[in-house]
């Protein structure tokens, strides 16, 4: 599976000497705040392996990009599926962990 490439942008324009445009829709007063096109969604659980060993854990992670629209409840989860490596690559990701004691 491939990473999205076109998930930071409203719109792009491509010149046949490979010069790309990416224009941005804006709010404010100024208008300089930038409205995302997609959110990206990065689910991480830690399972015990057995119940006689609680404390070594099977990690399992899963990694979606959702348009910022309006999505039918019909629409199926795996297609927002993304590689978890593209993840870090989209513009302004920040990680957070939680941890559950």
Do not use: W
């Not at 392996?49 to 629209?69: I, R, W």
């Not at 409840?73 to 590689?83: G, I, K, M, Q, W």
Request: glycine share 6%; proline share 12%; hydrophobic share 40%.
């Amino acid at each position: 599976m491939a990473c999205r490439k076109s998930l930071c942008c409203m719109h792009r324009h491509s010149y046949p000497h490979g010069g790309v445009i990416q224009t941005h829709e804006v709010i404010g007063s100024p208008p300089n705040v930038a409205v995302p096109t997609h959110f990206a969604k990065v689910v991480l659980t830690a399972t015990p392996c057995s119940p006689s060993k609680p404390n070594d854990l099977t990690l399992s992670m899963g990694a979606f990009v959702l348009p910022n629209a309006i999505i039918a409840d019909e629409a199926p989860l795996e297609s927002f599926v993304t590689p978890g490596t593209c993840i870090p690559k989209l513009p302004l990701f920040h990680s957070h962990a939680v941890i559950q004691g």
